[in-house]
């Protein structure tokens, strides 16, 4: 059976196949992460390419999309239903990219490297362009630039996208947009020259074409030092008040986040015992921070790899082997960083642990939908759950109320969704620190658990505490407290929020004991490493950016203080790193001679 969006652009092809919508330019499609949109290129591929059309070109954002589109013309069951026998190929600004099949994939990036090959080839046959994920490309920029003359030549636009607003707030090119209220916002009217299909989160679960989102939020304290060597700390992240991008830093910088970790793999590990298929995915704020993971995930024996687009021929290695289930070579976890994206395809994904600090809500709502992908080959859906781990600040909140809520015909831009701290995810590997944060330690504090629905059904601290104790007490595990809760309302069993009926909430083997009150925080020696690394990660940087001779910056430190930092005092480094703040900002300069420089 074909999904609701499926079914409506199939109708709306064949209408198009007996000569109605005559002006019709665009077919914009809203589709929920997850819902099945890429289907649709295989339907209008079906019903259109003949009389009405030559050839298909699909455009992707990253090439690991490319081969999974390739692959959606293969599948036996849509040739069948669909009655086609088309077929497309890859191709990276190939000449003759069709090369005799009914169309070719390309990227982005591809047709900005060269905009000429793909306007010559629309101009020898009749094309339909789709444009996949087109919130890639921002309205006036260089891909738009590069894409304008290969759209503006084609028979027909499909535009399809699972998020329709950019990370950065700004316009998504080919869109149209207007005022509202004072405020502008996409335009999703259709009119003749414009047809749109939605098909929105609600729609999917009914359809059970995705599988219900359960979450466990951590909160946590931690403790910093800022630019000016003051020492910092909050008792929540969400009494953080302007701080709080510098206190999830520094948490997920910190203990907190093996902490949090651990939390996922138990109870990933948990729920395998149920479900064989079973996989988790772990999606870090860097390359070193994930390198750190799959160290931390395999000392407990268990197969984890990572996939990085630093590392992109090997992470789509890595991520073909992730989506291997029972064979040798299989890897159950994965720990990645901005690959957590469009094209990480993996329905047998249960849980996922959210340890970075990127508070865009579309990067988040896709990171989101890797588990939320109903697995056709594992569990009834009935039995199938995704769980996500997350730390319980202010900012991930507000993205997850903003999904639970319906799509409404008018889609605004939302700035205040975007951390600026934090890196554009589609432009960088790592997301961005907050400048001149020494991240001194932190600990998972308290717990709650919630579902992604329209209510946002969330227990408070003390409710999830007590389930858990519960849980633990008669060996219940593979669920959210969430789940267990609803399945004891269903028995007309009402639960206390007493705190005291739960006692402490012991995890297992895997998470550490929650810090409790009275605790120290970091070592002496655990903090002195900390600033000497981010002094000597300063000088480094410092010499980078000024062209200055390796070395230049520790020369300085040394004459300033006329002492070794590793002899120095957590006081004595405190002055070191104020000094150097003040005196040798990192910013890039014009270059200076490879001589001795002080400032």
Same mark, same amino acid.
């Given at each position: 059976?074909?999904?609701?969006?499926?079914?409506?652009?199939?109708?709306?092809?064949?209408?198009?196949?007996?000569?109605?919508?005559?002006?019709?330019?665009?077919?914009?499609?809203?589709?929920?992460?997850?819902?099945?949109?890429?289907?649709?290129?295989?339907?209008?591929?079906?019903?259109?390419?003949?009389?009405?059309?030559?050839?298909?070109?699909?455009?992707?954002?990253?090439?690991?999309?490319?081969?999974?589109?390739?692959?959606?013309?293969?599948?036996?069951?849509?040739?069948?239903?669909?009655?086609?026998?088309?077929?497309?190929?890859?191709?990276?600004?190939?000449?003759?990219?069709?090369?005799?099949?009914?169309?070719?994939?390309?990227?982005?990036?591809?047709?900005?490297?060269?905009?000429?090959?793909?306007?010559?080839?629309?101009?020898?046959?009749?094309?339909?362009?789709?444009?996949?994920?087109?919130?890639?490309?921002?309205?006036?920029?260089?891909?738009?630039?590069?894409?304008?003359?290969?759209?503006?030549?084609?028979?027909?636009?499909?535009?399809?996208?699972?998020?329709?607003?950019?990370?950065?707030?700004?316009?998504?090119?080919?869109?149209?947009?207007?005022?509202?209220?004072?405020?502008?916002?996409?335009?999703?009217?259709?009119?003749?020259?414009?047809?749109?299909?939605?098909?929105?989160?609600a729609q999917a679960l009914t359809e059970r074409a995705i599988?219900?989102?359960?979450?466990?939020?951590?909160?946590?304290?931690?403790?910093?030092?800022?630019?000016?060597?003051?020492?910092?700390?909050?008792?929540?992240?969400?009494?953080?008040?302007?701080?709080?991008?510098?206190?999830?830093?520094?948490?997920?910088?910190?203990?907190?986040?093996?902490?949090?970790?651990?939390?996922?793999?138990?109870?990933?590990?948990? &729920?395998?015992?149920?479900?064989? @298929? =079973?996989?988790?995915?772990?999606?870090?704020?860097?390359? $070193? /921070? %994930?390198?750190?993971?799959?160290?931390?995930?395999?000392?407990?024996?268990?197969?984890?790899?990572?996939?990085?687009?630093?590392?992109?021929?090997?992470?789509?290695?890595?991520?073909?082997?992730?989506?291997?289930?029972?064979?040798?070579?299989?890897?159950?976890v994965l720990v990645t960083v901005q690959m957590a994206y469009?094209?990480?395809?993996?329905?047998?994904?249960?849980?996922?642990?959210?340890?970075?600090?990127?508070?865009?809500?579309?990067?988040?709502?896709?990171?989101?939908a890797r588990a939320t992908r109903y697995d056709s080959q594992?569990?009834?859906?009935?039995?199938?759950?995704?769980?996500?781990?997350?730390?319980?600040?202010?900012?991930?909140?507000?993205?997850?109320?903003?999904?639970?809520?319906?799509?409404?015909?008018?889609?605004?831009? &939302?700035?205040?969704?975007?951390? @600026? =701290?934090?890196?554009?995810?589609?432009?960088?590997?790592? $997301? /961005? %620190?907050?400048?001149?944060?020494?991240?001194?330690?932190?600990?998972?504090?308290?717990?709650?658990?919630?579902?992604?629905?329209?209510?946002?059904?969330?227990?408070?601290?003390?409710?999830?505490?007590?389930?858990?104790?519960?849980?633990?007490?008669?060996?219940?595990?593979?669920?959210?407290?969430?789940?267990?809760?609803?399945?004891?309302?269903?028995?007309?069993?009402?639960?206390?929020?007493?705190?005291?009926?739960?006692?402490?909430?012991?995890?297992?083997?895997?998470?550490?004991?929650?810090?409790?009150?009275?605790?120290?925080?970091?070592?002496?020696?655990?903090?002195?490493?900390?600033?000497?690394?981010?002094?000597?990660?300063?000088?480094?940087?410092?010499?980078?950016?000024?062209?200055?001779?390796?070395?230049?910056?520790?020369?300085?430190?040394?004459?300033?203080?006329?002492? =070794?930092?590793?002899?120095?005092?957590?006081?004595?480094?405190?002055?070191?790193?104020?000094?150097?703040?003040?005196?040798?900002?990192?910013?890039?300069?014009?270059?200076?001679?490879?001589?001795?420089?002080?400032?």
């Open positions: 059976m074909l999904r609701r969006h499926q079914a409506e652009l199939l109708a709306l092809c064949e209408e198009i196949q007996q000569g109605q919508h005559s002006e019709l330019q665009d077919i914009l499609c809203s589709v929920t992460p997850g819902g099945g949109k890429s289907t649709l290129p295989l339907i209008a591929a079906a019903r259109l390419i003949g009389e009405y059309a030559d050839k298909l070109c699909w455009i992707v954002p990253r090439l690991s999309l490319q081969r999974q589109a390739e692959f959606e013309f293969l599948k036996t069951v849509f040739r069948r239903r669909l009655n086609h026998r088309h077929e497309v190929r890859q191709s990276t600004n190939d000449l003759d990219p069709s090369r005799g099949l009914s169309g070719y994939i390309t990227t982005y990036q591809a047709v900005a490297q060269n905009p000429a090959l793909h306007v010559h080839e629309f101009s020898r046959y009749r094309y339909i362009v789709v444009l996949d994920e087109p919130h890639h490309v921002e309205e006036g920029g260089a891909w738009e630039r590069a894409l304008a003359p290969v759209v503006e030549q084609a028979t027909l636009r499909i535009l399809m996208s699972g998020t329709l607003e950019r990370a950065n707030g700004r316009r998504i090119a080919f869109f149209p947009y207007r005022l509202r209220d004072g405020v502008e916002h996409l335009d999703l009217t259709p009119d003749s020259g414009t047809s749109v299909i939605r098909y929105s989160r599988i219900p989102l359960f979450f466990r939020h951590f909160d946590a304290r931690a403790e910093w030092m800022n630019g000016s060597g003051e020492l910092r700390s909050a008792e929540t992240l969400n009494s953080a008040g302007k701080e709080a991008a510098q206190a999830l830093y520094t948490a997920l910088s910190t203990r907190y986040a093996y902490q949090l970790l651990d939390a996922a793999v138990q109870d990933w590990q948990a &729920h395998k015992r149920e479900n064989p @298929r =079973s996989k988790l995915l772990v999606v870090a704020a860097s390359t $070193a /921070a %994930a390198r750190e993971y799959v160290r931390h995930v395999k000392q407990a024996g268990i197969a984890a790899d990572i996939a990085t687009s630093l590392e992109s021929e090997q992470a789509l290695r890595n991520i073909e082997r992730f989506r291997k289930v029972g064979t040798p070579d299989a890897v159950d469009e094209g990480l395809d993996v329905p047998s994904i249960t849980h996922l642990a959210c340890l970075t600090h990127i508070r865009s809500r579309p990067w988040i709502e896709q990171m989101f594992g569990p009834a859906y009935e039995q199938q759950a995704a769980y996500a781990y997350v730390p319980d600040d202010p900012l991930i909140m507000r993205i997850i109320r903003d999904l639970a809520e319906e799509q409404e015909p008018f889609i605004a831009r &939302h700035d205040q969704n975007v951390v @600026r =701290s934090s890196a554009n995810p589609n432009e960088n590997e790592d $997301a /961005a %620190a907050p400048q001149f944060i020494v991240p001194c330690d932190s600990a998972v504090t308290r717990q709650r658990a919630s579902v992604l629905s329209e209510d946002v059904d969330a227990l408070s601290y003390e409710e999830t505490q007590t389930i858990q104790a519960m849980m633990a007490r008669h060996g219940v595990v593979g669920l959210s407290p969430v789940q267990l809760k609803r399945v004891l309302a269903d028995a007309g069993v009402h639960l206390s929020n007493d705190a005291s009926v739960g006692g402490d909430f012991k995890s297992g083997e895997v998470l550490p004991r929650p810090v409790v009150e009275g605790e120290t925080m970091a070592t002496a020696s655990e903090r002195e490493q900390r600033l000497r690394q981010a002094i000597q990660k300063h000088c480094n940087s410092v010499d980078r950016l000024r062209h200055w001779e390796h070395g230049t910056s520790n020369r300085l430190v040394l004459e300033q203080f006329g002492k =070794s930092r590793e002899m120095m005092t957590i006081e004595e480094l405190t002055t070191v790193w104020q000094w150097l703040q003040r005196t040798q900002p990192r910013q890039r300069l014009p270059a200076f001679p490879r001589t001795r420089v002080y400032s």
